[in-house]
């Protein structure tokens, strides 16, 4: 059986230099290094066709959802979970079995009675704040939130809150050109007008309407029925490495994901990203497991990451470049600088190598796995992570059926984060669990 067919003819098939932003509702929020609706698509159709049994996918990397909702398309239970509060946020949003149809005509009202609000008070606890938030900026965000707190429909509150959150990032001091929090020249901070409650109206205007397409086309095939999404959903806050915490003695046909490629405070900074929107977003509408401590300082949520800090699950040293050989050599290899390479090249990989233990649990007999990596750099040489991930993967039993590699068209950063200057390929890793 074959898993994959090859596409010589097209040589961007899995590359698309063409992409719809609205896609799936891919839009709602700009969040970092997103996977591609359509290419993930085409993996599942693939696999789907080779195994037209598989029920369930689980997403243990979850980000904003591009798996699960690509899932969706085929009726597929979709589960997941990630340690950024933000991304369970906006994975829930647009997985939900159950929408308001409404939402457009919501996001107008809310954004009047924001701008008919005349207090003056500011309802955000971010310390120093000024330094992110012009006064007024604060004024029309903190309406925005009371107005949005009004709304008695969780699924329109977590909509509205991720609108704001998208809000918030361009209407901030924060710079946009990086990930990471970097605030703006003070003359080029003087210089913005900005009403958030304007931004608002148009960013959720555009929200809704992505997000009604991808409704539309769910229901075109026969993925909605009364209103309600066919499948399962379920989007946790948590820990991968400690999977069962979240999801029992589930196990799932197919493991679809794009895993972080290094820790988060050298790499991607998800967790800075997602700081200043956090602020302004109630947490007991994310998910009564997200933790308001993922906010004590800028780093946290990027600690608590794989890599990040020391973990009790973490594989020792040992243990850990006895199981990948590829990582051996090159741990031993890498040049002086950075000073700390070393060291943090081994203490993500012996977090990560703990997450593919839960992960290979949580898969069934002969699962499916799509893993989509990137090889980031360490001192001007590049860490191999495709190899190692194979190795690491048949550590637990799974074999590599193929790997196919994508150009990012795309690249939405310019290079500026010396770790991932070179990220202009993925590799994606089919894999099957061997029956055990």
């Known amino acids: 059986m074959k898993l994959i067919k090859d596409h010589e003819t097209d040589e961007d098939f899995w590359s698309l230099k063409d992409r719809d932003r609205r896609d799936s ?21 693939s696999i789907l066709e080779a195994k037209p049994s598989i029920r369930s996918m689980y997403d243990p990397f979850v980000g904003s959802g591009t798996s699960l909702v ?13 340690v950024n509060p933000l991304a369970v946020l906006i994975s829930r949003v647009r997985t939900a079995r159950c929408t308001e149809f409404t ?21 955000c606890e971010l310390m120093n ?24 429909n969780l699924w ?15 209407t901030s001091n924060d710079r946009t050109s990086t990930y990471k929090l970097h605030a703006r020249a003070a003359e080029d901070i003087a210089k913005r007008i900005l009403s958030p409650i304007s931004m608002f109206l148009e960013i959720g205007a555009v929200n809704a309407e992505s997000f009604l397409e991808f409704r539309a086309e769910l229901r075109r095939r026969s993925r909605v029925k009364s209103g309600k999404y066919v499948g399962v959903t379920e989007v946790n806050s948590g820990d991968t490495r400690e999977i069962s915490d979240k999801f029992g003695d589930k196990s799932f046909d197919l493991i679809m994901t794009s ?3 290094g820790d988060n405070l050298t790499t991607v900074t ?9 602020h302004w977003i109630d947490f007991q509408d994310i998910d009564s497991a997200a933790d308001r401590e993922t906010l004590r300082t800028t780093h946290e949520i990027d600690r608590r990451s794989l890599g990040g800090i020391l973990h009790d699950n973490s594989w020792a040293e040992e243990r850990l470049l006895a199981s990948s050989v590829t990582l051996r050599d090159f741990a031993d290899n890498l040049p002086c600088s950075p000073a700390d390479g070393r060291k943090r090249l081994l203490r993500f990989y012996g977090d990560f190598a703990a997450s593919l233990v839960s992960i ?9 796995m799509v893993w989509t990596v990137g090889n980031r750099n360490i001192g001007g040489k590049q860490v191999p992570t495709d190899i190692v991930l194979q190795e690491l993967l048949e550590e637990q039993g799974c074999l590599v059926l193929k790997i196919l590699t994508r150009t990012i068209h795309h690249k939405r950063m310019p290079d500026r984060n010396a770790s991932s200057a070179t990220m202009r390929e993925e590799r994606i890793l089919l894999v099957r669990k061997i029956d055990q």
């Open 25 to 45: 509702a891919h839009c709602i929020f700009q969040y970092p290094a997103m996977m591609v609706p359509l290419v993930q698509r085409r993996l599942l159709a």
């Open 70 to 82: 690509s899932g969706m398309h085929f009726g597929l239970d979709v589960y997941g979970n990630d």
């Open 103 to 123: 939402i457009g005509a919501i996001v107008g009202q809310v954004a009047r009675e924001a701008a008919s609000d005349r207090r003056e008070s500011i309802e």
């Open 129 to 152: 704040r000024e330094k992110w938030f012009q006064a007024s900026v604060s004024v029309e965000l903190s309406r925005l939130r009371r107005a949005i707190r009004r709304q008695s």
């Open 156 to 170: 329109v509150r977590r909509f509205l809150w991720v609108t704001l959150a998208e809000t918030v990032r361009l």
């Open 259 to 261: 895993p972080p490629y």
């Open 270 to 278: 998800y967790g800075q990203h997602s700081y200043l929107p956090l």
């Open 360 to 368: 290979a649990n949580a898969a069934k007999a002969n699962a499916y």
